[in-house]
């Protein structure tokens, strides 16, 4: 007949491991509750049957002898089984951190990663932005200035054309010309204004700027000197034509008595 000792012998370390039933950290270690054997019922008591023979002391001392030793296996056994589970728990606990602590550092690294990339993109985005609305406004700052040149030389050429038309005496001749030459300036002037202006206020695409601006300078300052020009033409031939009228009534004049 098998004892205690020898059943724990066969046991599996799967029926082992499925003996610890709580496990439960302590100040001290590792407090484990491991259930060897299910839970056995009392039994009733046997009717006493008819006395035997007495046991000598040499049986009874071989049997005690033979309980201690299945006793002390039984612990050996228990205590290395004990042993063994909590080393597996601590393998299994020393692993768990080192996968979380890779797993944390991997997932620390990809965040820095995507934040640093995100916020790369949001500057770049945002100096995109910028460009393109510093572009934007150089050109409708451009378009407009280039707009007020036009219609202000528009204007002052259409002003001259209509002065040199309306005034006809001679003796406004130089007074007007002086006018239209001082209008001349203060445009010149205002032209050297506005580039000045749009000088400080375009950085971006400053060499453009400049020629078209130039450009439009000199075409301002040929249009000032064809309108000058012009307007002398017409002042001469105004004056021809008063001199021409002023004989052709001198003549008049000096016929009419020799015909009465």
């Not at 839970?39 to 049986?59: F, M, N």
């Not at 393998?91 to 916020?119: F, G, H, P, W």
Request: glycine fraction near 2%.
């Amino acid at each position: 007949m098998s004892g205690p000792a020898e059943s724990v012998k066969n046991l599996t370390v799967s029926e082992v491991e499925a003996a610890v039933k709580e496990v439960q950290k302590t100040p001290g270690g590792v407090k484990i509750d491991i259930v060897l054997s299910p839970a056995v019922q009392k039994l009733t008591p046997r009717s006493q049957s008819a006395p035997t023979t007495p046991l000598t002391q040499e049986e009874i001392e071989e049997k005690l002898a033979a309980a201690a030793n299945r006793k002390e296996g039984l612990e050996k056994l228990r205590m290395k089984n004990i042993a063994s589970q909590l080393s597996k728990i601590e393998d299994v606990r020393t692993k768990k951190e080192e996968i979380n602590a890779e797993v944390s550092a991997k997932s620390k690294e990809t965040l820095e990663k995507s934040l640093e990339m995100q916020e790369r993109n949001r500057v770049l985005q945002l100096e995109l932005q910028r460009n393109k609305v510093a572009n934007q406004n150089a050109k409708v700052e451009k378009t407009h200035k280039e707009l007020e040149i036009q219609n202000e030389a528009a204007r002052i050429a259409k002003e001259c054309d209509i002065n040199a038309k309306l005034n006809k005496a001679q003796d406004k001749r130089e007074e007007q010309l002086e006018e239209k030459i001082a209008k001349l300036k203060m445009h010149e002037q205002y032209v050297m204004e506005v580039k000045q202006i749009q000088q400080k206020s375009i950085s971006q695409d400053k060499t453009k700027a400049e020629a078209d601006l130039n450009k439009k300078l000199e075409k301002a300052a040929k249009e000032r000197e064809r309108q000058e020009a012009e307007l002398k033409t017409k002042l001469s031939e105004h004056s021809k034509h008063v001199q021409l009228v002023r004989q052709n009534k001198e003549k008049l004049d000096t016929t009419a008595p020799e015909s009465a």
